[in-house]
């Protein structure tokens, strides 16, 4: 009977132990998410600025080689990303493709198009405010009739992802609050089976940190696990993702990975091991007397 006893007490505590690696690896898959949305989320807001085209109109008498004399003059300016000139002939080569005529047919033979320079600017500028200044400045250079860009879309693009990001935070702080709710709910009643062992512990004179240490050891261990456990979930997540839509790797980056990865990997240890303290602390304080109440 008491090898029965003894053999169905470490059962359930194993199965006790894969409830809490299970139900703790769950809460962080959670955390690591908007963790790693909220990390993705601002190299989706340098993607979308970075794709914001800016365009330069020059003047029709402009001959290329002056163009693309100013082309490699701007290269060198440190708001520019990417720069591209466009030749008359390469514009009226784009136009007759999507009219599906030639266009210069109905101007006697002459080339109604001027040649132009499009340039994309480093995230940091892409915002009007930067763009008025940008855009005096071009206009400095010769043969330059106009500057273009599309002011309500980057105004629009600005305001629409810092409300996504205000979210992103408001969220995160939400979901850390609810973890470490739902984790130190989860790691209470791993130590609530074991209230009586601890009571007993506490009247032969075992000190506090010596009862208190194999829980915190414990919490670890679960913290551990349940992390690796959500950061295979997560990577199967990221795999799928990446096999759905390749081009995702533009916007997510291995730094991204690393960090949610460790994120978690910290979350897991911290709150475990915050939740057993607290935990054995209050069972710690109670007389024989309240154990039975709870």
């Known amino acids: 009977m008491k090898k029965k006893h003894v053999k169905s007490t470490r059962r359930s505590g194993r199965l006790q132990m894969v409830t809490l690696c299970i139900s703790t ?36 008498d402009m001959a290329d080689n002056e163009a693309q004399t100013i082309t490699r003059s701007l290269a060198a300016r440190p708001y520019i990303k990417t720069i591209h000139f466009i030749s008359k002939k390469a514009a009226l080569r784009d136009a007759a493709k999507q009219m599906g005529t030639d266009p210069s047919t109905f101007t006697d033979g002459v080339n109604p198009f001027s040649s132009s320079i499009e340039l994309t600017l480093k995230s940091d500028y892409a915002n009007n405010d930067s763009l008025v200044w940008i855009s005096r400045e071009l206009k400095k ?6 500057i273009t860009y599309q002011k309500d879309l980057v105004d629009a693009v600005n305001r629409n992802l810092a409300k996504i990001g205000m979210a992103m935070m408001v969220l995160a702080l939400l979901l850390t609050f609810v973890s470490f709710s739902l984790i130190n709910n989860t790691v209470r009643l791993g130590i609530y089976a074991r209230r009586f062992s601890i009571h007993t512990m506490k009247l032969v004179g075992a000190s506090w940190g010596f009862i208190r240490r194999p829980f915190v050891f414990n919490a670890v261990f679960i913290g551990i696990v349940a992390a690796v456990l959500a950061c295979v979930v997560l990577g199967l997540g990221m795999y799928a993702l990446y096999c759905y839509e390749p081009e995702i790797l533009t916007i997510v980056t291995w730094r991204e990975m690393a960090i949610t990865g460790a994120t978690v990997l910290l979350c897991g240890i911290i709150i475990t091991v915050i939740c057993a303290n607290i935990s054995v602390n209050r069972f710690l304080r109670m007389k024989a007397g309240d154990l039975y109440k709870i």
């Open 141 to 146: 250079y010769p043969k330059v009739s106009d």
């Open 25 to 60: 690896a769950l809460v962080l898959i959670l955390l690591g998410l908007v963790v790693f949305s909220t990390l993705t989320g601002r190299n989706l807001s340098s993607y979308v600025k970075e794709n914001l085209t800016v365009t330069m109109m020059l003047e029709q």
